[in-house]
């Protein structure tokens, strides 16, 4: 079992930033794929970024939604157990509920969300 909570979200302007944090539990955190997604209101819950092992030790290789590429940064501490997400140039578009996800061992784990509004 994994455990995810985000934290960072908030209320912004459109042209600002923020940086979502998520800590995860588990022994074998540096073997997770984390991610990031997001679900706006009335919308299918999308996802906006990745970061995996790449095969070798500590090497890891991201991946972006094409809306969000160029704005926002993926990274991971391994000694921390812990996942972020730099979102700068924010949108209004950005708009939504911001959710941690670990794969592992073939199962998919969830945070509780965070919510992130960018006004215009």
């Known amino acids: 079992q994994v455990q995810l909570v985000e934290s960072g979200g908030g209320l912004v302007q459109a042209g600002g930033s923020l940086r979502l944090s998520c800590a995860a539990s588990?022994?074998?955190?540096?073997?997770?794929?984390m991610g990031w997604f997001r679900q706006a209101p009335g919308k299918e819950r999308e996802f906006v970024a990745a970061?995996?092992?790449?095969?070798?030790?500590?090497?890891?290789?991201?991946s972006y939604v094409d809306s969000v590429k160029g704005r926002f940064t993926i990274s991971r501490d391994n000694a921390k157990n812990m996942v972020y997400l730099q979102m700068s140039s924010l949108k209004p578009e950005d708009t939504a509920v911001y959710y941690c996800?670990?794969?592992?061992?073939?199962?998919?784990?969830w945070g509780q969300g965070t919510q992130v509004t960018v006004s215009s």
């Open positions: 996800n670990a794969r592992w061992a073939g199962a998919d784990y």
């Open positions: 588990g022994r074998t955190f540096s073997s997770y794929r």
């Open positions: 970061i995996m092992s790449s095969g070798g030790i500590a090497n890891y290789v991201d």
